[in-house]
């Protein structure tokens, strides 16, 4: 699963409001990227022809075809791959060195590893 940053950002507007139009897509879309309708139309149909969302008639519907988490875990796991050689400890130790953590927050991640 690929997708590049403008196809992240369109689906965050489709997951926010699925099922929802095409119309009103291009519409958040011109608001919030600064996008033009066919700038938003195309990316849409690059999102169909993938397999990502699905376009259903009246009204030109989208609605998503892949989770937000599938896309999250599939994202990490390339940018753990491409930039820390596949090592979970070296991203967590470099998102963790200037990072400052409450406690509460210290206390949620040690229960997140606890976990596994």
Request: aromatic letters at 6%; one cysteine or more; hydrophobic letters at 40%.
């Amino acid at each position: 699963m690929k997708l590049f940053d403008s196809e992240i950002k369109l689906m965050e507007i489709i997951w926010q409001s699925e099922p929802v139009s095409a119309k009103a897509v291009s519409l958040k879309a011109e608001a919030e990227i600064g996008w033009n309708k066919n700038t938003t139309y195309t990316v849409i149909k690059k999102l169909i022809d993938k397999g990502y969302i699905k376009r259903t008639e009246p009204g030109f519907i989208c609605t998503s075809l892949i989770q937000k988490s599938d896309v999250a875990k599939s994202e990490a796991t390339e940018l753990v791959d491409k930039l820390f050689a596949g090592s979970k400890k070296a991203l967590f130790s470099a998102l963790l060195e200037d990072e400052e953590l409450s406690d509460s927050e210290l206390a949620e991640l040690r229960a997140l590893i606890d976990k596994r």
